[in-house]
């Protein structure tokens, strides 16, 4: 395992979280991830390939990400594996408790078609003294250091909402036109996911080898084939525990599985609850 130079946390309510991580040895995330809170990622320095919803974009030094509750999402190494990144994780409440009437403003930039926002150098300057600010304050912790890391996502979330309210986002094309390829991919899975899908009939739909499309699944997404296929199925399940009345047997012809007591098993697997277990809260 690859131990960063430096990090730095501190969760300073049960709402946020901030975490600075410094690395120079490569990595890519083992886990297949989303979860039901909103990430904003900032790239304070180096370069790393993004995977988001259904594309991989490129990020690079004073690039904003902006990932939704529920998205999933996976970083990877690219070019020199030196970085420096901050993750700040926050919750509805914490937005509701600090901005009020003002919540939706706050959270318009993850609503956005591309979850990357790339300032310009006037902007990103102002954002870098932010956020090393902010460094400073969870790695020395004077005094009264809790006061400020809510006050710095507030800024940059007000800073990120007018920027895109008066500017069109700058286009991020796809690195190579077997990347674009790979998004179709993606996003005809996303619209599927309930019918059978199998590699060797969407190879021959989008004319590529099956062999092809699954190496070039693999390095483009971070994700295998398969296993992105049922975390698709597996996300769209909990989004019907969580919003619906239907029953759980339902729920699981719903999202592709013709196997019930499969559907249990991967849906424990993956988020370490039953379904009847994970729909509890939301009852």
């Known amino acids: 395992m690859n131990m960063p130079l430096e990090l730095y946390s501190f969760g300073f309510t049960p709402e946020l979280y901030v975490e ?27 370069q790393r390939i993004y995977f988001i919803r259904d594309r991989s974009y490129s990020i690079e030094q004073g690039d904003l990400v902006f990932i939704h509750k529920h998205e999933l999402h996976k970083t990877m190494q690219t070019g020199d594996a030196s970085h420096e990144r901050f993750v700040i994780h926050f919750d509805d409440a914490m937005i509701g408790d600090l901005a009020g009437i003002h919540s939706d403003l706050l959270l318009s930039p993850f609503r956005q078609a591309s979850p990357i926002l790339r300032l ?8 870098d003294q932010l956020m090393r600010r902010m460094l400073a304050e969870i790695r020395d912790r004077p005094v009264g250091c809790e006061l400020y890391p809510p006050h710095a996502v507030m800024e940059l979330l007000l800073l990120s909402a007018r920027y895109m309210q008066k500017h069109e986002s700058t286009p991020l094309h ?20 309930a019918e059978p899908l199998r590699l060797n009939g969407l190879a021959g739909q989008f004319f590529i080898s ?8 693999k390095e483009i997404t971070g994700f295998a084939f398969s296993d ?18 239907s029953s759980i047997t339902d729920i699981a012809a719903a999202v592709g ?16 609850l ?6 509890k809260p939301y009852l």
């Open 20 to 46: 600075y991580l410094k690395r120079s040895a490569p990595f890519t995330m083992a886990d297949d991830h989303y979860h039901d809170y909103y990430e904003l990622y900032y790239m304070l320095s180096g």
């Open 120 to 127: 310009p150098r006037q902007e990103q300057l102002a954002v």
């Open 210 to 217: 099956p062999y092809y499309l699954s190496r070039m699944f």
């Open 174 to 193: 796809h690195a190579t036109p077997m990347h674009a390829k790979i998004s179709e991919v993606i996003r005809y899975i996303n619209a599927h996911f």
């Open 257 to 272: 599985f013709d196997n019930f007591s499969h559907f249990g098993k991967t849906f424990k697997k993956i988020t370490r």
């Open 274 to 279: 039953s379904p009847r277990a994970y729909r």
């Open 228 to 245: 992105y296929v049922i975390l698709t199925r597996i996300k769209e399940a909990q989004r019907l525990l969580r919003e619906t009345g």
